[in-house]
């Protein structure tokens, strides 16, 4: 087997073959050649941590295996990333272990790849400010992937925690673009893409707040009873996801259809939109909402690009397992 550590995964993938590797498995999970298992996330009783493994099968690139870990948060105050998780692929055909890899890069690199292949497909064309809801580990990621969707000229942002908005501030710095922090109702007003990467179990973003033909990338929802947008948002929104499965169970939909707003029936896979069997936005005034999950596929298809590539580059461990 090999072992790709995670000090070696940022020399080895970038934005451009994540985002390719997850455009191609969102569209392989909508044409049913990969499928996810169902996720086990559970608040472990120690370090107020949530852990859980996430695994599937994409029968086109015979990527099979899982992700394992989960959330810590005091972790950062111990010079760690609050995510922890490892990726470990099996060779299809004989079930033998095929590689370890360090999973906290690319779980960034691939769940920011999957907001940035909805503002691709979703995002109104002519978008011009990106509003971003989140400071945390991840929205630096997430900045970084949007902004090479649309032709972007201002970031707003707001953070729960406002001392944190610097980091937005820096990034957009460094792109070259004006970075304003801004209240909710200004956010959702001006923005022409929302991402929201937060770790709420309670709405920041309110139905009222956002006008317009928005395109809203809901990413920090991943775990039962988590909340980043109202409810009625979202039933409002034509609503798109990773996975139905998942989004309706520990996604961002949970809420409006336990209430009844919306139904399942109603929420469109992002693969059918990518194969060209959903037209996506229909107009320039239609709200677009994307539950990004976080699905295992995901993590299976950037960690076996990386792990090829380790490989190519003589920086992959060999083990006799
Ligand atoms: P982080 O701990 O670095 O940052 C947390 C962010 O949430 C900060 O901006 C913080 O200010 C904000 N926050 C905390 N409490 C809040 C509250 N009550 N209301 C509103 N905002 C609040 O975490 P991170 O690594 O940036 O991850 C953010 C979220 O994204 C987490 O919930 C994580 O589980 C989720 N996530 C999802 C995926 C996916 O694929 N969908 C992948 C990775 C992470």
């Not at 191609?24 to 852990?51: Q, T």
């Not at 989960?70 to 990726?87: C, D, F, I, M, R």
């Not at 896979?269 to 990518?274: D, K, Q, R, Y």
């Not at 580059?313 to 397992?321: L, P, R, T």
Request: aromatic residues 6%.
């Amino acid at each position: 087997m090999y072992i790709v550590p995670e000090k070696e995964i940022a020399a080895l993938m970038g934005r451009e073959a994540s985002f390719a590797a997850v455009e191609s498995v969102f569209s392989a999970m909508s044409s049913k050649d990969a499928y996810n298992f169902p996720v086990i996330r559970e608040a472990i009783g120690h370090a107020d941590a949530l852990y859980g493994f996430k695994s599937g099968f994409d029968r086109k690139s015979l990527a099979l295996g899982l992700k394992s870990g989960g959330y810590w948060p005091g972790n950062e105050a111990k010079g760690l990333t609050n995510h922890q998780s490892t990726v470990i692929l099996f060779d299809a055909d004989t079930g033998k272990v095929k590689a370890l890899v360090g999973g906290n890069l690319l779980t960034a690199l691939r769940t920011a790849a999957a907001s940035s292949v909805s503002i691709k497909h979703l995002a109104p064309k002519n978008a011009k400010v990106l509003g971003m809801i989140g400071a945390g580990h991840q929205s630096t990621f997430q900045m970084r992937a949007a902004v090479e969707q649309r032709d972007f000229e201002k970031v707003i942002g707001w953070n729960y925690h406002p001392e944190m908005l610097s980091r937005l501030a820096d990034l957009a710095e460094e792109l070259g673009l004006p970075f304003e922090a801004v209240e909710l109702d200004r956010l959702g007003a001006e923005a022409d893409v929302i991402i929201s990467i937060t770790s709420a179990f309670a709405p920041s973003l309110m139905d009222a707040q956002v006008t317009g033909g928005t395109h809203i990338a809901c990413m920090g929802t991943d775990t039962v009873g988590k909340q980043e947008v109202e409810a009625t948002l979202v039933a409002r929104a034509t609503v798109f996801t990773d996975e139905i499965a998942q989004s309706i169970s520990l996604g961002e939909t949970q809420h409006a259809i336990a209430d009844g707003t919306l139904k399942q029936a109603d929420i469109i896979e992002l693969g059918a939109v990518i194969n060209g069997d959903h037209p996506g936005r229909k107009s320039d005034d239609e709200l677009t909402l994307f539950d990004g999950t976080g699905v295992g596929l995901q993590d299976l298809a950037v960690a076996s690009s990386v792990v090829d590539l380790a490989i190519e580059k003589g920086v992959a461990i060999e083990v006799d397992f």
